[in-house]
């Protein structure tokens, strides 16, 4: 990399993290509770923040939208991470009216510490993720997920138990 480039890049990430900073002030005071040290990225979509609450350390990536309507919040644990383009959406339109109408339904949203959702998933309302379970990428969650557990697919579906360290560590011990 020449002088000049590498100029270029280091302004560029300087001006990267101002934005960030502000970015997350601004959410810090919007969102009904935002945990130290989270992270919101740039283009990241959140309809009425302030019925959304966010735990500490969580990281939410680029073009994420989060839709959490008046009656129905999202609740973000500590540690979560939402990668590229994961949607929350609590409401869809009450189709068995006319939909002319925009009546909407309407279901909160609960992710417990330590998940990950990853990069398009999309959580539908009235869902609930346990501590530390993963969603794979694409996938579609219609209904709750246990802790510890993988989920993938369109719906998505249990596929494995997740090791975690604390059950790593006692397999450990009882295996010596
Ligand atoms: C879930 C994931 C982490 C893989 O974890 P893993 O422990 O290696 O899981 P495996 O590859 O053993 O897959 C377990 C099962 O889930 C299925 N699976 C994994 N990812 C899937 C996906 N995205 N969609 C559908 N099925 C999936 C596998 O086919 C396998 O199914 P089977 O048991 O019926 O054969 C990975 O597939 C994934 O989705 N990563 C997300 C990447 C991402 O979003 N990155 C953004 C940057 S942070």
Redesign the pocket.
Known sequence: MNALAKAIYLVGQLAKKIRSRVRNQYYRHLLRHFGEGSQICEGVFITTPWNVSMGKGVQI?GRVHVLAREDAPVDIGDGV?L??E?MLLTAGLAYTGKIKKRAHRALPIVIENDV??????IILPGVRLGRNA??????VVTKDVAPNT?V???PATF??M?QTSSIVEQQTKADR
Request: net charge positive; glycine share 12%; hydrophobic share 60%.
């Open positions: 990536n991470v990668s590229y994961a990950w959702i990853g990069a398009r998933a993963v969603v794979a990428a694409g996938s993988l993938a697919g369109i596929k494995k997740i």
